[in-house]
């Protein structure tokens, strides 16, 4: 696994996104309810646009006797550019407000009117206003009032050019106003004149502004969508901020690279196996066969994970409670027991014991006294009656279990350690086909770690996403320096079970409760590295 300042990898940013989706979704939906109550209490505006159309100002620089200027792309775009700067200059913000009243000043209709170019000679004039009407009135009014104005600079424009054009007509003889240049003069002067009196104007009104049904802002809906993707921003920093504050142990691989161990199995999540441990006390219950495959597979796996020896005394370990470690070797123990094989399930935990309890065993002699010497192995040992599935076949499987004991000794971690115990073990590694060791937490007390080297394998359960990773940091440094024959790790409580290679089998999701039988889900679909 990569490490932290390493980042993530897609696989794991995957991961992320599945652990932290509810606080990204509900980032979401405060940000884009936020957005929306924001907008929704924010003041309603309008906006109405009227459009003004220009014409060329080649003509009238012809008619006063000027040069036209070059036509072309970049006269069109000074020609846009010099009607919009004639639109805005002017004191057209006081005449409106004087003409409209309503309680308008020079200052609000400046600031509700902007002006924009549209195409080459369309100048857009917006007008924005709480009020619709009120909008449509002054973008109409400011319109008709611009071309108002032109008209009048226009008259006088052309007023002024045939002025100009009589008095150079009067410098001239008779004979010249009838020569090459006159005649030109005289010309000028009658299409000015004709132009004067019909009140030629090169703009006017194109489009008169429509009252607006719908207010141009707030604008609700994006500003609700900007919000729920403001949202989704910062759900993302939350989440990848929190999976870097997070030390628990995330997924399956965590365990291999923390304890560098092979994985000898992954248990999801499912509600089968905590129904199964409450349902059938007094009796070891059937799963149904994703589940009961699962614990067939990590038994499998064991028996063959190293052929030059037999592995008979297996202790299943785990660094802290809550782990499902008990429920495991439980289950790992019945699986074993329904292929034939001579099984006993061993509890050392002498502090919180819960086999007993799961198993509806009597009240009785238990490990505690067999170590004092009080009774003998077989005993306190006690048989249990598996049941079959439907069609199976196998009749008559037990599973002998020998429970910590009804009265719990106040050493537990001397007894452990005592000769009893080992010879103990060596009966029962004489009389059985394979011992499942349940222990207590490693972490949380030292009563088993004498057992550590006694045993032929040792196999360390986290759970993915409740183990912190210091706990199991601290497990592995105390293992390694142990001596201990390490065997692998089971993933307990993963949501995505391991990789199946079969094409289309699709692994059901197995629980796994935690030690006192009651929690957590799993499936199984196991990956072994050698």
Same mark, same amino acid.
């Given at each position: 696994?990569?490490?932290?300042?390493?980042?993530?990898?897609?696989?794991?940013?995957?991961?992320?996104?599945?652990?932290?989706?509810?606080?990204?979704?509900?980032?979401?939906?405060?940000?884009?309810?936020?957005?929306?109550?924001?907008?929704?209490?924010?003041?309603?505006?309008?906006?109405?646009?009227?459009?003004?159309?220009?014409?060329?100002?080649?003509?009238?620089?012809?008619?006063?006797?000027?040069?036209?200027?070059?036509?072309?792309?970049?006269?069109?775009?000074?020609?846009?550019?010099?009607?919009?700067?004639?639109?805005?200059?002017?004191?057209?913000?006081?005449?409106?407000?004087?003409?409209?009243?309503?309680?308008?000043?020079?200052?609000?209709?400046?600031?509700?009117?902007?002006?924009?170019?549209?195409?080459?000679?369309?100048?857009?004039?917006?007008?924005?206003?709480?009020?619709?009407?009120?909008?449509?009135?002054?973008?109409?009014?400011?319109?008709?009032?611009?071309?108002?104005?032109?008209?009048?600079?226009?008259?006088?424009?052309?007023?002024?050019?045939?002025?100009?054009?009589?008095?150079?007509?009067?410098?001239?003889?008779?004979?010249?106003?009838?020569?090459?240049?006159?005649?030109?003069?005289?010309?000028?002067?009658?299409?000015?004149?004709?132009?004067?009196?019909?009140?030629?104007?090169?703009?006017?009104?194109?489009?008169?502004?429509?009252?607006?049904?719908?207010?141009?802002?707030?604008?609700?809906?994006?500003?609700?969508?900007?919000?729920?993707?403001?949202?989704?921003?910062?759900?993302?920093?939350?989440?990848?901020?929190?999976?870097?504050?997070?030390?628990?142990?995330?997924?399956?691989?965590?365990?291999?690279?923390?304890?560098?161990?092979?994985?000898?199995?992954?248990?999801?999540?499912?509600?089968?196996?905590?129904?199964?441990?409450?349902?059938?006390?007094?009796?070891?219950?059937?799963?149904?066969?994703?589940?009961?495959?699962?614990?067939?597979?990590?038994?499998?796996?064991?028996?063959?994970?190293?052929?030059?020896?037999?592995?008979?005394?297996?202790?299943?370990?785990?660094?802290?409670?809550?782990?499902?470690?008990?429920?495991?070797?439980?289950?790992?123990?019945?699986?074993?027991?329904?292929?034939?094989?001579?099984?006993?399930?061993?509890?050392?935990?002498?502090?919180?014991?819960?086999?007993?309890?799961?198993?509806?065993?009597?009240?009785?002699?238990?490990?505690?006294?067999?170590?004092?010497?009080?009774?003998?192995?077989?005993?306190?040992?006690?048989?249990?009656?598996?049941?079959?599935?439907?069609?199976?076949?196998?009749?008559?499987?037990?599973?002998?279990?020998?429970?910590?004991?009804?009265?719990?000794?106040?050493?537990?971690?001397?007894?452990?350690?005592?000769?009893?115990?080992?010879?103990?073990?060596?009966?029962?590694?004489?009389?059985? &086909?394979? @011992? #499942? $060791?349940?222990?207590?937490?490693?972490?949380?007390?030292? /009563? !088993?770690?004498?057992? %550590?080297?006694? *045993? &032929?394998? @040792? #196999? $360390?359960?986290?759970?993915?996403?409740?183990?912190?990773? /210091? !706990?199991?940091?601290? %497990?592995?440094? *105390?293992?390694?320096?142990?001596?201990?024959?390490?065997?692998?790790?089971?993933?307990?409580?993963?949501?995505?079970?391991?990789?199946?290679?079969?094409?289309?089998?699709?692994?059901?999701?197995?629980?796994?409760?935690?030690?006192?039988?009651?929690?957590?889900?799993?499936?199984?679909?196991?990956?072994?590295?050698?």
């Amino acid at each position: 696994m990569q490490q932290d300042s390493e980042g993530l990898n897609f696989e794991q940013a995957l991961g992320v996104l599945r652990r932290r989706a509810p606080l990204i979704l509900l980032c979401c939906v405060l940000a884009g309810a936020a957005a929306f109550a924001f907008s929704a209490h924010q003041t309603k505006k309008y906006t109405a646009t009227a459009s003004l159309v220009f014409g060329k100002n080649s003509l009238n620089q012809q008619i006063a006797g000027l040069s036209a200027s070059s036509s072309g792309s970049g006269s069109s775009l000074g020609q846009q550019a010099s009607d919009l700067e004639l639109v805005r200059l002017g004191n057209m913000a006081a005449t409106i407000a004087s003409l409209l009243g309503r309680g308008l000043t020079e200052e609000k209709v400046r600031e509700s009117v902007s002006i924009a170019g549209g195409e080459s000679s369309v100048v857009d004039i917006s007008a924005t206003s709480t009020s619709p009407v009120l909008a449509t009135e002054i973008a109409n009014t400011y319109a008709s009032q611009f071309v108002k104005v032109q008209r009048l600079a226009n008259h006088q424009y052309f007023k002024s050019a045939l002025a100009l054009v009589n008095r150079q007509l009067a410098k001239l003889s008779p004979a010249q106003r009838l020569g090459e240049d006159g005649l030109p003069l005289q010309e000028r002067a009658q299409t000015l004149s004709l132009l004067t009196e019909l009140h030629y104007n090169n703009v006017q009104v194109a489009q008169e502004a429509l009252a607006p049904t719908s207010p141009s802002s707030p604008k609700t809906s994006r500003n609700t969508a900007a919000g729920v993707l403001l949202g989704l921003l910062i759900g993302l920093g939350l989440a990848l901020a929190l999976e870097r504050l997070d030390r628990r142990v995330k997924g399956p691989e965590d365990l291999e690279a923390i304890y560098r161990l092979p994985m000898l199995g992954v248990v999801p999540e499912s509600s089968a196996l905590a129904q199964s441990t409450e349902r059938n006390r007094g009796r070891g219950s059937v799963l149904p066969p994703a589940e009961a495959e699962a614990f067939s597979l990590i038994r499998a796996h064991l028996r063959f994970f190293n052929i030059d020896r037999e592995l008979c005394t297996i202790l299943i370990a785990s660094p802290a409670p809550g782990d499902g470690k008990t429920t495991i070797a439980r289950r790992l123990a019945e699986a074993a027991a329904r292929l034939g094989s001579r099984v006993l399930l061993v509890e050392v935990d002498l502090r919180h014991p819960t086999l007993a309890q799961q198993f509806d065993i009597e009240s009785g002699p238990g490990l505690a006294d067999v170590l004092i010497g009080a009774v003998p192995r077989g005993d306190a040992t006690r048989s249990v009656t598996l049941e079959v599935a439907p069609g199976e076949g196998a009749k008559g499987r037990t599973l002998d279990v020998l429970a910590a004991g009804a009265v719990l000794p106040p050493n537990p971690g001397e007894l452990l350690e005592s000769p009893a115990m080992n010879t103990l073990l060596e009966g029962a590694k004489s009389a059985y &086909d394979f @011992v #499942v $060791i349940d222990t207590p937490p490693l972490i949380a007390v030292s /009563d !088993a770690f004498p057992l %550590l080297t006694r *045993v &032929d394998g @040792v #196999v $360390i359960v986290g759970r993915v996403g409740r183990s912190r990773r /210091d !706990a199991a940091e601290r %497990l592995h440094q *105390v293992l390694a320096s142990s001596g201990a024959p390490l065997l692998g790790v089971i993933a307990n409580g993963s949501k995505s079970g391991g990789p199946s290679p079969y094409p289309g089998n699709s692994s059901s999701s197995p629980v796994v409760p935690s030690d006192n039988g009651i929690s957590a889900s799993n499936d199984l679909t196991p990956t072994v590295k050698t």
